[in-house]
């Protein structure tokens, strides 16, 4: 082919991509259009596998070690994860076929026609899940072992490829190993493998914060790739490695799936397979790999004063800086929040100031100075957790990674609203303000604690009341609840409010004394060093004055 040619064809194929994914965009930007086909058009469908895919059961005898990591992780469970299953619920209630789009990356079964309808063809139809959570609906090692590439799209901040999203993934037809070795390739050591289905946009409703947006609902990948780790080649497999992919859920793991599945894999087990039923211990190491490894994603600083006189104001700095490869925290937004835990106490240890503890239900209780890292969605201005109808995010202040770039986090859709990070900040200062009593006793002692929770009280609460959808043992659609609930939202409550509530994890503390003396200092010990240099300046300036001169 000549360049001329070369150039035509090119040409060509340019212009139809373009006018395919103007389309595209155009019918998506019209909810009350009824379209037929699926969403993700750049994607393997149901029906399109040649051979089904092999159970985890198959693996078990080769690869012991990293099945029972895998088994006790949430990558290894997110269909069972009870959360998601009321999420679900609530989603169908609110868009009817909106389901089916959720379960192509939280449910294998997907590719083989577990959903209704199997085509991926859910405008305008029903959704029914499997009636039972079975083995073959959860994720399993063959989906993404015999994955071949993701579908890639060019970013709207500089025009290169990047991963699609969206459970965009096209995985071998055929299994050309049969139960033998499945050999990684270049693309599992990527962050574009993990951008597949990590950077999820609504695909039917606009946004609302920026014209011609489709509504992001997570955006973890594109935290990553417009960061220092994403362009000096530092992959998510380094700090989530594979198999035993440490994140942020705890309790929810151990003992909340211990408590709902116990001997999960018995029909494996009895089948002949060499697994064993229960599942508990592995529940449990894997949330003690999660806890140890939220320790590492931040730190946090306490700057306060020398000293305080009774009966003055008092200001401390608390620092928090985010050591991690995306926002903190990332991920699916609804419920996750990060906050600010201070405590000031005298030298009996009475508490003579504290800001943003938890009440007796469980929920931040917060003052014009409380600090809470999260991302809010609605619909218009109103706050809402309804995902799959939200359009607008209201608010989102979470700590950016190092390096990353504000243009390109504004041009993909990971909006920083409510807050100001300049270019390539992954740190945030709060000030906090209070008053000593006039009869303290010192040293005083301030205190901050960095607190995490996968889902706050309020969403919680929200998951309880809003999922309306019956689980198949009570004669409705969706999945059968392994704890005799009428609802995932009922099944879901019942765990936290046993094991959670009021239990946040504590990522990373500090402390920091300050005297009590008849005179505060006139600067806390964050402007010391400034205040040092100015000092030495005026020394300089007052020895130079009074050197011999010249006449």
């Known amino acids: ?100 789009f959720c379960l192509r990356c939280h449910g294998a079964g997907w590719f083989e026609g577990k ?46 490829m990047i991963a699609e999203g969206n459970g965009s993934v096209f995985i071998r037809p055929d299994d050309p190993w049969k139960g033998g070795k499945h050999p990684l390739t270049p693309l599992h050591k990527t962050g574009e493998f993990c951008g597949a289905c990590h950077d999820v946009t609504n695909p039917k409703v606009p946004n609302t914060n920026r014209s011609g947006y489709l509504h992001p609902l997570e955006r973890t990948y594109t935290e990553w790739k417009y960061s220092y780790f994403g362009e000096n080649g530092l992959t998510c497999q380094q700090c989530h490695p594979p198999m035993k992919f440490p994140g942020a859920q705890t309790w929810l793991l151990y003992p909340g799936l211990a408590k709902l599945y116990p001997d999960v894999d018995a029909g494996w087990t009895n089948a002949g397979f060499a697994l064993p039923k229960d599942r508990t211990s592995v529940w449990q190491a894997a949330r003690e790999r999660n806890e140890a490894f939220m320790k590492r994603a931040a730190d946090i600083k306490v700057t306060a004063p020398r000293n305080v006189a009774p009966g003055n104001e008092a200001k401390i700095k608390v620092t928090v800086v985010n050591n991690t490869g995306h926002r903190l925290p990332t991920g ?30 469980g929920t931040v209780v917060q003052t014009d100075q409380t600090k809470v890292y999260e991302q809010k969605a609605g619909r218009g ?66 205190t901050a604690e960095l607190r995490y929770e996968t889902y706050s009280s309020e969403y919680m609460e929200w998951l309880r009341q809003t999922d309306h959808t019956l689980a198949a043992n009570h004669g409705g659609p969706a999945a059968a609840t392994p704890d005799g609930s009428k609802t995932w939202g009922e099944t879901t409550y019942k765990i936290w409010e046993t094991e959670a509530k009021g239990q946040p994890v504590e990522m990373a503390g500090d402390a920091a004394e300050i005297a009590v003396a008849a005179e505060s200092s006139l600067l806390p010990d964050y402007a010391v060093p400034g205040a040092a240099a100015a000092l030495f300046l005026v020394l300089i300036a007052l020895g130079w004055s009074r050197l011999p001169r010249k006449d």
């Open 1 to 100: 082919m000549s360049p001329k040619q070369f150039s035509s064809a090119r040409f060509r194929a340019t212009l139809a991509h373009t006018v395919l994914a103007a389309i595209t965009l155009a019918l998506a930007l019209t909810p009350a259009l009824a379209l037929a086909g699926p969403f993700t058009q750049n994607s393997i469908q149901p029906g399109e596998l040649k051979d089904k895919l092999e159970a985890p059961g198959v693996c078990a005898g080769c690869h012991v070690e990293p099945l029972r990591d895998w088994s006790g992780t949430m990558m290894g469970n997110d269909f069972r994860e009870p959360s998601f299953l009321a999420m679900l619920s609530i989603a169908e209630q609110d868009e009817p076929g909106v389901g089916d």
């Open 115 to 160: 959903s209704e309808p199997p085509s991926g063809d859910f405008f305008g139809k029903t959704f029914e899940p499997p009636p039972k959570i079975d083995q073959e609906s959860i994720p399993i090692c063959d989906l993404c072992h015999r994955m071949e590439r993701v579908g890639m799209r060019r970013s709207r901040f500089d025009g290169a």
């Open 332 to 361: 699916f937004a609804e419920g996750r929040h990060m906050w600010i835990y201070v405590r000031v106490t005298d030298a009996a240890g009475k508490v003579i100031f504290e800001d943003g503890r938890l009440d007796k239900n």
């Open 381 to 446: 201005s109103e706050e809402s957790f309804h995902f799959a109808a939200n359009d607008t995010i209201i608010k989102d202040n979470r700590i950016p990674p190092a390096g990353f770039k504000k243009k390109a986090y504004e041009a993909e859709g990971a909006f920083i609203i409510g807050a100001d990070y300049r270019d390539g900040q992954n740190r945030d200062d709060t000030i906090y303000r209070f008053e000593a009593p006039a009869q303290t006793a010192g040293p005083l002692r301030a």
